[in-house]
């Protein structure tokens, strides 16, 4: 996947937290650090993220997006 953000860290999906409107991912990478993002219930079902899963930590700004190949 080709993204212009630059601070980008490769992990592992540890637990998926699933609220009202918003599902939070933690992803463990490889430093190791745990780096928690909230996201949409929409982009979570997108993802179709499961713990274990591979999954690719993006920081912007003031934001984390989660992204999975």
Do not use: F
């Not at 212009?4 to 490769?10: G, H, I, L, P």
């Not at 430093?31 to 949409?40: G, N, V």
């Amino acid at each position: 996947m080709k993204l212009s953000a630059r601070n980008q860290m490769k992990g592992r999906v540890v637990s998926i937290q699933r609220g009202t409107v918003a599902t939070v991912v933690k992803v463990e990478v490889q430093t190791p650090a745990l780096i928690s993002a909230s996201i949409t219930n929409e982009a979570a079902d997108d993802l179709a993220l499961k713990s274990g899963d591979a999954a690719l930590v993006i920081v912007k700004s003031s934001e984390v997006i989660v992204g999975k190949e």
